[in-house]
C-alpha cells in the first residue's frame, strides 16, 4: 500500500496566519492527491483535487500544491471555522490510503 | 443538492456481522461509484472499497475476506457488509460518493457518519 505521511501532526495558529501542512508519499503519485478537512464531529469535506483543483464552493484561501511524492496544503488567511484535522488522500493506485492526520488549533 | 443517509446498528458483540446502508436522494445514483470508509483514533481514515450502479466492485485486500459491498439501484442505496467483528472494528463509518474528474478521484459527498462500538 502507499503510504502517506503528513507534518506536522498538530498546530495552533492565529487567525489571519498563513498555515502549511506538507503530505509526503512512499512512492510516485503523480498528482493523484486529495486534501480534506474535517470540523469536529463532522464527516471530511473535499477541499482539493488532484494535488491543485480546488472544489466547488471551497475557499481560494485553501490552494494546494505538489506533484510525484510531495504535497503541499496552504491556508492564506487562517478562519477560526477551519480549525479542525486535514487529510491528505492518494488515488494514484489502490487501495486507496489518507495521511495520519494534521489538527489544526486556533490561538 | 445530493444527501446521503446512512444507517445501522451501532453497537455489536464481538464475533457479530456488521451491517449498514446508505441511501442516496437528490441526484444521480447511476453516474457515480460509492465508496464505505471507517476513522478511528488508532487507524485513522481506512476505505473499505467502492461500488457502482451496475455492482461492480474494488475492495480494500486488507479487509477484502470480510468485506461485501453490494447495491441495489432501484433503491437507490448501497451497503456494506463487514463480518467477524472485533473490538478493533470499533470506529465511525461513513460512505461516500466517488466523484471522478478525468482520471482524477475523490470523495465528495459523506454522509453523516454511523458510530459503530464493539463490546461484549
Known amino acids: 500500500d502507499i503510504k502517506l505521511t503528513q507534518s506536522p501532526s498538530s498546530l495552533s495558529a492565529s487567525v489571519g496566519d498563513r498555515v502549511t501542512i506538507t503530505c509526503r508519499a512512499s512512492?510516485?503519485?503523480?498528482?493523484?492527491v486529495n486534501w480534506y478537512h474535517q470540523q469536529p464531529g463532522r464527516a471530511p469535506t473535499v477541499l482539493i483535487y488532484?494535488?491543485?483543483s480546488l472544489e466547488g464552493g471551497v475557499p481560494s484561501r485553501f490552494n494546494g500544491s505538489g506533484s510525484g511524492t510531495d504535497f503541499t496544503l496552504t491556508i492564506s488567511g487562517l478562519q477560526p471555522e477551519d480549525l479542525g484535522g486535514y487529510f491528505c488522500?492518494?488515488?494514484?493506485?489502490?487501495?486507496?490510503?489518507f495521511g495520519q492526520g494534521t489538527k489544526v488549533g486556533i490561538k | 443538492q445530493v444527501q446521503l443517509q446512512q444507517w445501522g446498528a451501532g453497537l455489536l458483540k464481538p464475533s457479530e456481522t456488521l451491517s449498514l446502508t446508505c441511501v442516496v436522494s437528490?441526484?444521480?445514483?447511476?453516474?457515480?461509484?460509492w465508496s464505505w470508509l471507517r476513522q478511528s483514533p488508532g487507524k485513522g481514515l481506512e476505505w473499505f472499497g467502492e461500488?457502482?450502479?451496475?455492482?461492480?466492485?474494488t475492495y480494500n485486500p486488507s479487509l477484502k475476506s470480510r468485506v461485501t459491498i453490494s447495491v441495489d439501484s432501484s433503491k437507490n442505496h448501497f451497503s456494506l457488509k463487514l463480518t467477524s467483528m472485533t473490538a478493533a472494528d470499533t470506529a465511525v463509518y461513513y460512505c461516500?460518493?466517488?466523484?471522478?474528474?478525468?482520471?482524477?478521484?475523490?470523495?465528495?459527498?459523506w454522509g453523516s457518519g454511523t458510530t459503530v462500538t464493539v463490546s461484549s
Open positions: 461516500a460518493r466517488v466523484r471522478r474528474a478525468d482520471y482524477y478521484y475523490y470523495m465528495d459527498v
Open positions: 437528490g441526484g444521480s445514483f447511476s453516474d457515480y461509484y
Open positions: 461500488i457502482n450502479h451496475s455492482g461492480s466492485a
Open positions: 512512492q510516485s503519485i503523480s498528482r493523484y
Open positions: 488532484a494535488a491543485t
Open positions: 488522500q492518494q488515488t494514484y493506485r489502490t487501495p486507496w490510503t
